[in-house]
């Protein structure tokens, strides 16, 4: 193997490490962790990974210290990296869903719109994105830098607002704050050095990973169905189908039952069954998927 077969992949360490980590599972690369080792194992000779800050990944993926990563399009923003953005993988720490960048004031503040925080201190570990987005709104503020716990801060009199990210919301409840803006939504995206995404055989197994992670996420909200239907019921429950994927249809050998199977998402299933079972369906069976193509 030559040393340009050789494709440096970048893990995210941090909030999108697990999330990361299980989606490569199901797409077929098993990669495994070491106490206090930032080189993780993968099940592929011809890939290196590497643990990296989610802050830094878009810098050592476009100075091709990495050929390819995983981060925030959030801290891609806060980089103004130039990399080829391959993908966006829509997942967050807990969710499938993207996480939001806010601005948050304390509840008791008379502060309602951005523009009434002129002449006040905004702090935030988004530092560059928000300095720019406070002066392409001509609103004059002071933006400092938070290292973490940022929430804490708008408690303490230690700020008059910040600017956060938040998935779930539960920070935000928590410390009895009220987002009065959002700046940005943020997920996860696939990017790539322009120089590998320019080399044959980088771009195809960077595309190649880019499929199977896509397949994979994209089978997480679906799962099959398969059962079995009178014929004479066959068009009933065509109906109460989604006709997002067209339903496989297989007559049983010598029988006057037909075999439906379907692919759809898992949370109409709960609402699904019984409305099939209503209509005469038999030998309901669910199964997760774990990639869809
Ligand atoms: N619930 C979440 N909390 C924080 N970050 C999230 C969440 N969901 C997704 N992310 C994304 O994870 C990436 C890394 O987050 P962040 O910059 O907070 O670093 P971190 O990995 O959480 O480390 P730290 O402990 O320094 O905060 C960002 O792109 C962010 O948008
Ligand atoms: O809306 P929620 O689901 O509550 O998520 C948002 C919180 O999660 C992140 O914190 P993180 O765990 O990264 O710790 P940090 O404060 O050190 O950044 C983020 O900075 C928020 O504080
Ligand atoms: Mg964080």
């Known amino acids: 193997m030559s040393s340009e077969q050789l494709l440096k992949l970048g893990i995210p360490k941090g909030s999108l490490q697990d999330a990361t980590i299980n989606l490569f599972a199901k797409s077929g690369w098993k990669i495994g962790l070491h106490h206090r080792n930032y080189f993780p194992d993968i099940n592929d000779e011809t890939m290196k990974c590497s643990l990296c800050r989610a802050q830094e990944m878009a ?57 009434d925080l002129a002449g006040k201190k905004i702090s935030t570990e988004l530092e560059n994105f928000t300095r720019k987005y406070f002066e392409q709104a001509g609103i004059p503020v002071e933006v400092e830098f938070s290292w973490g716990a940022t929430e804490a801060k708008v408690v303490e009199g230690l700020c008059d607002a910040i600017v956060e990210v938040t998935e779930t919301g539960t920070t935000i409840r928590a410390h009895g704050l009220r987002i009065i803006a959002e700046l940005l939504q943020t997920n996860t995206q696939l990017i790539a050095n322009k120089a590998a995404w320019e080399d044959p055989w980088k771009r195809a ?55 439906v199977e379907i692919v759809v998402e898992e949370s109409v299933v709960r609402d699904l069954i019984p409305q099939l079972q209503a209509q005469g369906a038999e030998g309901i069976i669910e199964y997760p998927l774990n990639k869809v193509i």
């Not at 923003?77 to 993908?87: F, Y």
């Not at 994209?218 to 068009?235: F, I, S, T």
């Open 205 to 259: 197994k960077i595309e190649q990973m880019n499929t199977l992670l896509q397949g994979a996420l994209r089978a997480e909200k679906l799962v099959g169905l398969k059962m079995n239907v009178p014929h004479d019921r066959v068009d009933t429950v065509m109906e109460l189908l989604p006709s997002l994927n067209a339903p496989t249809v297989a007559h049983l050998h010598n029988s006057d039952w037909t075999s």
């Open 59 to 115: 810098v050592y993926v476009e100075d091709g210290t990495l050929d390819v990563g995983l981060t925030g399009k959030d801290w891609i923003l806060e980089n103004e990296s130039d990399v080829v953005v391959v993908s966006d993988l829509v997942y967050s720490k807990v969710s499938n869903r993207p996480a939001r960048w806010i601005l948050a004031v304390s509840n008791e503040s008379p502060y309602k719109r951005p523009e």
